[in-house]
């Protein structure tokens, strides 16, 4: 039987359930999960509905919804289920092969329409899962000249999504505003702890008993933007920077995929510096 997804994000108000409900009963829509939050400082009203049913205009049903909730309401139907991803890779290879994997077996829920790497280091893994690999190199050009060279292939792919797979170059916030909402970091750190480069270095320095992983969306603020998932893993004294690493790499690998997965089947809300994911 059809299914149809239905985001809303709107200012709060008493009855907005009910009212939500109302609709897609008129509908023939059958409501089968429903997740909502109210963010109270901000008194905003989220909510991921998936139902049972065909919607045979989904304009109209965005105006019926419109005229039921509050001002301003920002309602999504039926985004499309494969999104198209590129990917921004440098050296490292762990990230990218685990995605790659995951995309050959089709469990990614996405479509990886290249891979973008500022050394040639990861073409050979990229074009043996039969997938276009974009060399564009970094060295004696400026910021500008690099980042219109990637914007230009970007252009030639249009993705839903960029994925930072261990890219180790800071964007700029011109080129981050092209693709707001739409960059995906991940960072080898448990955020807010030890941003910026070197984290396990970092972590090793200080003696911590935990390290960790973020995957955020990426803003102008380093290492800052909104935080889309995260996971830890315990380590002790045996452990020195080298070996917080190799441990580390299993935890970005998983949080990377997590967060990809969360993103593709629309479970995450942007909401100021913070996220609201319906897991």
């Known amino acids: 039987m059809e299914s149809t997804l239905i985001l809303i994000q709107c200012k709060d108000n008493i009855g907005l359930v009910t009212s939500i409900s109302h609709v897609l009963s008129s509908h023939n829509l059958n409501i089968i999960t429903m997740r909502e939050f109210v963010d109270e400082l901000s008194s905003l009203f989220f909510a991921r509905i998936e139902c049972r049913g065909f919607v045979q205009d989904n304009q109209l049903l965005a105006i019926e919804l419109k005229n039921s909730l509050p001002e301003n309401a920002i309602i999504t139907i039926n985004p499309s289920k494969k999104k198209k991803i590129a990917i921004l890779v440098t050296k490292?290879?762990?990230?990218?092969?685990?995605?790659?994997?995951?995309?050959?077996?089709?469990?990614?829920?996405?479509?990886?329409?290249?891979?973008?790497?500022?050394?040639?280091?990861?073409?050979?893994?990229?074009?043996?899962?039969?997938?276009?690999?974009?060399?564009?190199?970094?060295?004696?050009?400026?910021?500008?000249?690099?980042?219109?060279?990637?914007?230009?292939?970007?252009?030639?792919?249009?993705?839903?999504?960029?994925?930072?797979?261990?890219?180790?170059?800071?964007?700029?916030?011109?080129?981050?505003?092209?693709?707001?909402?739409?960059?995906?970091n991940i960072h080898h750190s448990f955020l807010p702890a030890f941003v910026g480069a070197n984290p396990y270095q970092q972590a090793f320095n200080r003696g911590v008993k935990i390290i960790g992983a973020t995957a955020h969306f990426v803003t102008s603020d380093l290492d800052e933007g909104p935080i889309i998932t995260q996971q830890i893993t315990h380590v002790n004294h045996n452990f020195n920077a080298s070996q917080m690493r190799i441990a580390g790499r299993e935890v970005e690998k998983a949080v990377l995929s997590k967060a990809i997965a969360l993103v593709l089947e629309d479970r995450v809300f942007i909401t100021g510096n913070k996220t609201i994911v319906f897991e």
Do not use: W
């Not at 050394?119 to 043996?128: F, G, K, Y």
């Not at 004696?140 to 252009?155: G, P, Q, R, S, T």
């Open 92 to 184: 490292e290879y762990h990230c990218l092969g685990d995605t790659l994997m995951r995309h050959s077996f089709n469990t990614l829920g996405g479509e990886i329409q290249c891979v973008i790497g500022n050394h040639e280091t990861l073409r050979s893994i990229t074009e043996r899962f039969s997938l276009p690999f974009h060399y564009i190199s970094h060295e004696n050009k400026d910021k500008k000249a690099f980042e219109n060279e990637l914007l230009a292939i970007l252009a030639l792919y249009k993705p839903d999504y960029i994925i930072l797979a261990k890219f180790m170059r800071i964007l700029s916030p011109n080129f981050i505003s092209n693709y707001a909402g739409k960059i995906i």
